[in-house]
C-alpha cells in the first residue's frame, strides 16, 4: 500500500507571496493533519481534516488554513507568507482519527521563504 | 496535553541494545504511549505505541511501568540505521469531536556508532 505522499517537496516562494501545499493520505484513511516544524519550535500541530471538514486546529494565525477534498486528499495554504513561515510542513493520515488509530507521515514539504 | 521528557541525546554501539526512556508522569488512565523517530528532515516514523501492557512488533519493544509515569523504548540490535530523533508521545485523544493531534517534545538524538 502506498504511503502518505507530499507535493511539492520543495518549494521556494518570496515574502507577501501565498502558497498552496498538497497531501496524498494513505488509500482508506479518512482523517489528515498538518504539521509544521521549525529548528526553533519543532514539530507543531496545524490543523486536522476529517470528512472534508476541519475538526482541530492548533495555534496559528488565520494566515494558514486548510481544505479536504471527497477523496480524503487535502490541501493547505498560507498566504502573505513571512520569513518565519520558512518550515518543513508534514501531512499525516490516519483511518478516522479515532482513539486506536496511527497517524503516519509523508516525507514532507520543504518550504523556504525569502 | 501530558508532557513528556526526555535525555537529549544518547549514543549507542552497533549491534548492541538501545534503551530510550521517556517521563509521562502526568498522563491520564485513556492516553496511549507513542514512539514515533525522525531521521534527518524526513518525515517522523512510526515505531509503537502501548497503553499499559508491553508492546513488541518486528522494530522495537515498549516497556510501561505499573504507574504509567515513565516507559522504555528497546531497540534490541541497533544498527547505524537507527541513528534519529526518537519522540515519545502522548497522545491527546480530543473528546469533544472525536480527533486527535500529536504533541512532540524536543525528542532524544540517537547516535549509533561503530
Known amino acids: 500500500k502506498a504511503g502518505v505522499t507530499q507535493t511539492p517537496r520543495y518549494l521556494i516562494k518570496t515574502r507577501g507571496q501565498q502558497v498552496t501545499l498538497s497531501c496524498s493520505p494513505i488509500?482508506?484513511?479518512?482523517?489528515v493533519s498538518w504539521y509544521q516544524q521549525t529548528p526553533g519550535q519543532g514539530l507543531q500541530f496545524l490543523f486536522e481534516?476529517?470528512?472534508?471538514?476541519?475538526?482541530n486546529k492548533g495555534n496559528f494565525p488565520g494566515r494558514f488554513s486548510g481544505r479536504q477534498f471527497s477523496n480524503s486528499r487535502s490541501e493547505m495554504n498560507v498566504s502573505t507568507l513571512e520569513l518565519g513561515d520558512s518550515a518543513l510542513y508534514l501531512c499525516?493520515?490516519?483511518?478516522?482519527?479515532?482513539?486506536?488509530?496511527?497517524?503516519?507521515f509523508g516525507p514532507g514539504t520543504r518550504l523556504t521563504v525569502l | 496535553d501530558a508532557k513528556t521528557t526526555q535525555p537529549p541525546s544518547m549514543d549507542c554501539a552497533e549491534g548492541r541494545a538501545a534503551n530510550l526512556p521517556c517521563n509521562h508522569s502526568?498522563?491520564?488512565?485513556?492516553?496511549?504511549v507513542y514512539w514515533y523517530r525522525q531521521i534527518h528532515s524526513q518525515g517522523p516514523q512510526y515505531i509503537i505505541h502501548?497503553?499499559?501492557n508491553n508492546e513488541t512488533n518486528e522494530m522495537a519493544s515498549l516497556i510501561i511501568t505499573e504507574d504509567r509515569k515513565s516507559s522504555t523504548l528497546i531497540l534490541p540490535h541497533a544498527t547505524l540505521r537507527d541513528t534519529a530523533v526518537y519522540y515519545c508521545?502522548?497522545?491527546?485523544?480530543?473528546?469533544?469531536?472525536?480527533?486527535?493531534?500529536?504533541?512532540f517534545g524536543t525528542g532524544t538524538q540517537l547516535k549509533v556508532e561503530l
Open positions: 499525516a493520515s490516519s483511518l478516522s482519527g479515532g482513539s486506536t488509530d496511527t497517524q503516519y
Open positions: 508521545i502522548v497522545r491527546v485523544f480530543i473528546l469533544t469531536g472525536g480527533g486527535n493531534k500529536l504533541t
Open positions: 488509500s482508506g484513511h479518512r482523517s
Open positions: 481534516y476529517f470528512s472534508e471538514t476541519q475538526r
Open positions: 502526568t498522563i491520564s488512565g485513556n492516553e496511549y
Open positions: 502501548g497503553l499499559k
